[in-house]
């Protein structure tokens, strides 16, 4: 997923994809245990898929608390 889609969910989509996206990491990491992936990489792609949604709300949280404290008259 491209950090441009990433950008354009809304919040709740966001927390459900980082919800879904960490079910299916789990899922594959199980099925890689039991019988080899043929493409490994893809349990790569979908941590960083999952670092990239967590980044983004992350910086959601953190725009959302600076444009309050501007709000409020508490500049840092």
């Given at each position: 997923m491209k950090i441009s889609e990433i950008k354009e969910l809304s919040t709740?989509?966001?927390l459900e994809r980082i919800d879904t996206e960490r079910t299916m990491l789990?899922?594959?990491k199980l099925n890689h245990a039991i019988t080899p992936l043929d493409n490994t990489h893809k349990v790569n792609e979908v941590k960083l898929t999952i670092a990239r949604?967590?980044?983004e709300m992350r910086t959601r949280e953190l725009n959302k608390k600076s444009n309050?404290?501007?709000?409020n008259g508490k500049e840092s």
């Open positions: 709740p989509d966001l789990v899922r594959m949604l967590l980044t309050s404290e501007t709000t």
